[in-house]
């Protein structure tokens, strides 16, 4: 990861501000999605195995809570969202 968490906010304009919190929000529960699915593949209890892959569909959940507050906030983001999905769906002919 190349941006640095716990982000120096002085560095940061408060224009900015609630955008970089959500894109770190974001990226806090990506990580944490791979962390949960990472140790769910390594348990060996079924039990465990279970709660950490409701656990990382949980923190697909916060991820899109995260992403729902950056597009209202972030509106070249709306944009460039929409303008990927569409470059995919052209791509792969959908
Ligand atoms: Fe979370």
Known sequence: MLS????????VKKKGIDMEILRVGMIAELDAVNLYEQLAAMAENVNIRKALMDIAKEEKTHMGEFQALLLEVDKEQKKELEEGKKEIEEMSGK
Request: net charge negative.
């Open 4 to 11: 640095q968490i716990p982000i120096d906010f002085n560095q």
